[in-house]
């Protein structure tokens, strides 16, 4: 079993930044995709960004140009830097690994870590 750890959420102004990160341990052969999703009281949970071993990035609309996807392969780990926070990034932020074992991929996603906006 893989285990995928979420850090780095907390209590931010409108306007400001805050930085996730998620490593992943256990008996990982390889990652493939990481990403981070995100789900607020009584929505859904939405795609915030998604990153291929190789670097490709993708991204919510709504969260263009102001949050940045990486990630260190070598430590399996995946970052989330988020910028110009609005009130309505308030959420839940879940990690999310397509990790290779047992010969296939299989999803993990982390507990989540609370990210609060204030107006």
């Known amino acids: 079993q893989v285990r995928l750890v979420e850090s780095g959420g907390g209590l931010v102004q409108a306007g400001g930044s805050l930085g996730l990160s998620c490593a992943a341990s256990?008996?990982?052969?390889?990652?493939?995709?990481m990403g981070w999703y995100r789900q607020a009281p009584d929505k859904q949970r939405e795609l915030v960004a998604t990153?291929?071993?190789?670097?490709?990035?993708n991204y919510a609309d709504s969260m263009k140009g102001r949050f940045t996807i990486s990630r260190d392969n070598a430590k399996n780990t995946v970052y989330l830097q988020m910028n110009s926070l609005k009130p309505e990034d308030t959420a839940v932020y879940y990690c999310?690994?397509?990790?290779?074992?047992?010969?296939?991929?299989?999803?993990?996603w982390g507990q989540g870590t609370q990210v609060t906006v204030s107006s």
């Open positions: 256990g008996s990982i052969f390889s990652i493939n995709a």
């Open positions: 999310y690994a397509e990790v290779y074992e047992s010969r296939r991929f299989n999803n993990y």
């Open positions: 990153i291929t071993r190789g670097g490709t990035t």
